[in-house]
């Protein structure tokens, strides 16, 4: 399976974040976060930036780099 995976969900764990916390500083609601995080569906880039504003981390991060 060589669709785009994101790695929210292990960033959120190793920073003890919820997906309800993120949701609201996102203004997004809890499901679609959580299809975020569950990689059922993924951000737009614009919605991926602010993810990693929100979690102070570098956007590269929160993509799973699969060429390693």
Known sequence: M???MNR???V???RGIKQT???ERL???FCIVN???CNRRQPSLDVLFEIAKIL???PKEL???NNE
């Open 2 to 4: 060589d669709k785009p």
């Open 27 to 29: 203004g997004k609601s």
């Open 12 to 14: 959120l764990e190793e």
């Open 63 to 65: 993509i799973e780099d």
């Open 8 to 10: 929210i969900k292990e």
């Open 56 to 58: 102070n981390v570098n």
């Open 35 to 37: 299809s975020y995080v």
């Open 21 to 23: 916390w993120l949701a």
